[in-house]
C-alpha cells in the first residue's frame, strides 16, 4: 500500500507530546515509505510535523535548520499551492530561527513572517501562528511595548479557538514574567494551571505556569505555596522527556536566587547546559552561560576554565558583540 507511512506518522503523533526522540524515529520511517512511494505531498507533510517535533519537543535545532530551509524551498513548488503544510513549514521556519539566535536571524525572521502574511488565506489557523510569531519575536527582542500590542491582539482574535488562546495567556505571563509584573504574573498563572492540566500537548507549558507561580510566590512573601508550586513544577518536567524551553529555566533560576539560593541557581543553569548540548540553541546556550558564570562568581568559584568556551559559543552568533562586552566584564579584561 502506498500510504503506509501513514501507519508511523501517527504513532509519531502518539509519541511527541511525552517522547519526542521516539516520534522523531517514527517520523523518519514514515519519510522513507512516502519516498519509496514517490508520493512528495506526503513527504511535505512529515517534514512538517518532524519540525514541529524538532522545534517545540526535542528543542534540536542543529537538526532542524537544515531540514527546515530543505522544506521552504520544496514548498514553494506549484505542485504544493493547494497545501496548508506549504505555508506552515515557513512557519517552522521561523521557529528555528528562534531558536537559534532570535537576534541575530531577525531580517530572516521577518522576510519569512512577511511570506506568511501575503500567502495566508483569511480566516486558516496559519493566520494565528502568525501572530504568535510576531508576538514572540518582540518579546525576545525586548522590544515589550511592540510585545505587549501583539499579545493584546493574539488574545482578541483567538478567543474563540482555545489552543491559541491558551498560547496567547502563556505568552501574555511570559510578558508579565520579563517586566516584573508579578502579582500580574501570579494571577495569570493561577488561572491558567486548570486550563492546562489535562492536555499532554500542554505539559511544558503546565510547567512554565507553575514555575511563574512558584516564583511569583516567593516574590509575595508566601514560601509554603512557592515550595510547593516549585516541586510541582519540576516533577511534571521530570515525567515527560520533552525538554523545556529556556524561559522555564528562567523562572527557576530567579525563584532560587530570590531566596539567595545562587548555588540552587547555578546547578539549575548547568542542566540546562547539559540537555542543550549540540541542540544548536545558540543564543539561549550563551545566555544560559554568562548568567551561569555570574552566578559562580558572587559565590567566589573560579570562572576562568569557563570564559573560553562560553565565548566560542557567543562567536557562533549573527551579532555577537552585546554578549561579548558582558563576558569581559564578568572576566574582568
Same mark, same amino acid.
Given at each position: 500500500?502506498?500510504?503506509?507511512?501513514?501507519?508511523?506518522?501517527?504513532?509519531?503523533?502518539?509519541?511527541?507530546?511525552?517522547?519526542?526522540e521516539?516520534a522523531?524515529e517514527?517520523?523518519?520511517?514514515?519519510?522513507?515509505?512516502?519516498?519509496?512511494?514517490?508520493?512528495? %505531498?506526503?513527504?511535505?507533510?512529515?517534514?512538517?510535523?518532524?519540525?514541529?517535533? #524538532?522545534?517545540?519537543?526535542?528543542?534540536?535545532?542543529?537538526?532542524?535548520?537544515?531540514?527546515?530551509?530543505?522544506?521552504?524551498?520544496?514548498?514553494?513548488?506549484p505542485?504544493?499551492?493547494? *497545501? *496548508?503544510?506549504?505555508?506552515?513549514? &515557513?512557519?517552522?521556519?521561523?521557529?528555528?530561527?528562534?531558536? !537559534?539566535?532570535?537576534?541575530?536571524?531577525?531580517? #530572516?525572521?521577518?522576510?519569512? #513572517?512577511?511570506? *506568511?502574511? %501575503?500567502?495566508?488565506p483569511?480566516?486558516?489557523?496559519?493566520?494565528?501562528?502568525?501572530?504568535?510569531?510576531?508576538?514572540?519575536?518582540?518579546?525576545?527582542?525586548? %522590544?515589550y511595548?511592540?510585545?505587549?500590542?501583539?499579545i493584546?491582539?493574539?488574545?482578541?482574535m483567538?478567543? &474563540?479557538?482555545? &489552543?491559541?488562546?491558551?498560547?496567547?495567556?502563556? #505568552?501574555?505571563?511570559?510578558?508579565?514574567?520579563?517586566?516584573?509584573?508579578?502579582?500580574?504574573?501570579?494571577k !495569570?498563572?493561577?488561572?491558567?494551571?486548570?486550563?492546562?492540566?489535562?492536555?499532554?500537548?500542554?505539559?511544558?507549558d503546565?510547567?512554565?505556569?507553575?514555575?511563574?507561580?512558584?516564583?511569583?510566590?516567593?516574590?509575595?512573601?508566601?514560601?509554603?505555596?512557592?515550595t510547593?508550586a516549585?516541586?510541582?513544577?519540576?516533577t511534571?518536567?521530570?515525567?515527560t522527556?520533552?525538554?523545556?524551553?529556556p524561559m522555564?529555566?528562567?523562572?527557576?533560576?530567579?525563584?532560587?536566587?530570590?531566596?539567595?539560593g545562587?548555588?540552587?541557581?547555578a546547578? +539549575? %543553569?548547568?542542566?540546562?547546559?547539559?540537555q542543550?548540548?549540540?541542540?544548536?540553541?545558540?543564543?539561549?546556550?550563551?545566555?544560559?552561560?554568562? &548568567?551561569?558564570?555570574?552566578? +559562580?562568581?558572587?559565590?567566589?568559584q573560579?570562572?576562568?576554565?569557563?570564559?573560553?568556551?562560553?565565548?566560542?559559543?557567543?562567536?557562533?552568533?549573527?551579532?555577537?558583540?552585546?554578549?561579548?562586552?558582558?563576558?569581559?566584564?564578568?572576566s574582568?579584561?
Amino acid at each position: 500500500m502506498t500510504d503506509n507511512w501513514r501507519i508511523h506518522f501517527w504513532r509519531a503523533q502518539n509519541l511527541r507530546e511525552q517522547d519526542p526522540e521516539l516520534a522523531l524515529e517514527e517520523f523518519r520511517i514514515a519519510r522513507k515509505l512516502a519516498t519509496q512511494a514517490g508520493d512528495p %505531498r506526503a513527504l511535505l507533510e512529515i517534514d512538517h510535523w518532524t519540525l514541529q517535533a #524538532m522545534i517545540y519537543r526535542a528543542r534540536d535545532f542543529t537538526a532542524a535548520l537544515p531540514l527546515a530551509v530543505q522544506a521552504t524551498i520544496e514548498a514553494r513548488k506549484p505542485q504544493f499551492q493547494d *497545501m *496548508m503544510e506549504r505555508i506552515c513549514v &515557513h512557519d517552522d521556519m521561523i521557529g528555528t530561527y528562534l531558536g !537559534i539566535d532570535p537576534l541575530g536571524y531577525d531580517a #530572516m525572521i521577518e522576510q519569512a #513572517m512577511d511570506y *506568511m502574511e %501575503r500567502e495566508t488565506p483569511p480566516g486558516i489557523q496559519c493566520a494565528y501562528c502568525l501572530q504568535s510569531y510576531r508576538a514572540s519575536f518582540a518579546l525576545h527582542c525586548g %522590544r515589550y511595548e511592540e510585545a505587549a500590542q501583539r499579545i493584546s491582539e493574539y488574545l482578541a482574535m483567538s478567543e &474563540h479557538f482555545q &489552543h491559541h488562546f491558551l498560547a496567547a495567556q502563556v #505568552m501574555l505571563c511570559q510578558y508579565t514574567y520579563r517586566q516584573g509584573q508579578w502579582e500580574a504574573m501570579l494571577k !495569570i498563572a493561577q488561572q491558567l494551571e486548570s486550563d492546562l492540566l489535562d492536555d499532554d500537548g500542554y505539559l511544558q507549558d503546565l510547567c512554565l505556569v507553575l514555575a511563574a507561580q512558584a516564583l511569583g510566590q516567593r516574590k509575595q512573601g508566601d514560601e509554603a505555596a512557592a515550595t510547593l508550586a516549585y516541586r510541582r513544577a519540576v516533577t511534571k518536567a521530570a515525567s515527560t522527556r520533552v525538554v523545556m524551553e529556556p524561559m522555564y529555566f528562567d523562572l527557576l533560576a530567579d525563584y532560587h536566587e530570590a531566596s539567595g539560593g545562587l548555588e540552587e541557581a547555578a546547578n +539549575l %543553569r548547568q542542566r540546562q547546559l547539559e540537555q542543550m548540548a549540540g541542540k544548536g540553541q545558540h543564543y539561549w546556550e550563551a545566555r544560559a552561560r554568562l &548568567h551561569r558564570l555570574s552566578l +559562580l562568581k558572587r559565590l567566589g568559584q573560579p570562572i576562568e576554565a569557563e570564559i573560553e568556551p562560553t565565548r566560542q559559543v557567543i562567536q557562533r552568533l549573527q551579532q555577537p558583540a552585546e554578549l561579548l562586552t558582558a563576558l569581559e566584564k564578568l572576566s574582568g579584561s
